[in-house]
């Protein structure tokens, strides 16, 4: 089955700081890719739809500036988190796209 | 907007017993609708994947079913195992919108 993987799988930072997290189709090319975020016990939040070669889209209520996404490739999807908070500390998982959503295993992120 | 509930919100069974999650969905026009397994701390696992024009779909101990104009799917789980504890999530899509349930955390008490 196709496999989408994530890289770190937990990473903690200081405020101020940024974070890249890495998301990869590892057996497929995938044109669209997910970014969720996730709270403790609650179920998933879309943030956006990277699209390869193209701008990602952007929820409402989610700061683009704040989480940059780029889609360079088939296969790799990054989101960076600019100038963490202790509020953007959460769990946030990708998925990629080929008739049905694949998701990656997560990545948990603690900003002190 | 589609929003998806799921119910119950949690719940709790004895070994061996068979049970059901309940998944509705307020817009009837989708595309399909998957039913996923999150352990805690990982990512999702699909588990079935019901086309629109599909009534139900199996898979070993699991079969999921779809009514479409009811705007209702359930998961039904056969002589449950302690394994099976996890949280369940059904989503539906329209286009290339996914709308995600609120999720069924399952324990499966040995």
């Known amino acids: 089955g196709a496999v989408v993987s994530q890289h770190p799988s937990w990473v903690i930072c200081k405020s101020g700081t940024s974070v890249k997290i890495e998301c990869r189709s590892l057996?497929?090319?995938?044109?669209?890719m997910f970014w969720y975020r996730q709270f403790p016990k609650q179920s998933l939040m879309l943030m956006a739809t990277?699209?390869?070669?193209?701008?990602?889209?952007?929820e409402q209520g989610v700061e683009k500036d704040k989480f940059l996404i780029n889609h360079a490739s088939l296969t790799l999807s990054t989101l960076t988190v600019t100038s963490a908070h202790p509020e953007d500390s959460s769990f946030y998982i990708c998925s990629a796209l080929i008739n049905e959503q694949y998701f990656g295993p997560g990545t948990r992120l603690t900003v002190t | 907007k589609q929003e998806v509930t799921q119910i119950p919100a949690a719940l709790s069974v004895p070994e061996g017993e068979n049970l059901v999650l309940n998944c509705s969905f307020t817009?009837?026009?989708?595309?399909?609708l998957q039913w996923f397994r999150q352990d805690p701390g990982k990512g999702l696992t699909s588990l079935l994947l019901?086309?629109?024009?599909?009534r139900e779909q199996t898979s070993g101990r699991l079969n999921a079913s779809l009514d479409k104009s009811s705007g209702r799917s359930t998961l039904y789980i056969a002589a449950s195992q302690p394994g099976d504890s996890a949280t369940y999530l059904c989503a539906v899509r329209t286009g290339n919108q996914f709308y995600f349930g609120t999720g069924t955390s399952l324990t499966v008490i040995p």
């Open positions: 990277s699209n390869e070669g193209s701008k990602a889209t952007y």
């Open positions: 019901i086309q629109s024009s599909q």
């Open positions: 817009d009837s026009a989708i595309y399909n």
């Open positions: 057996d497929f090319q995938a044109t669209t």
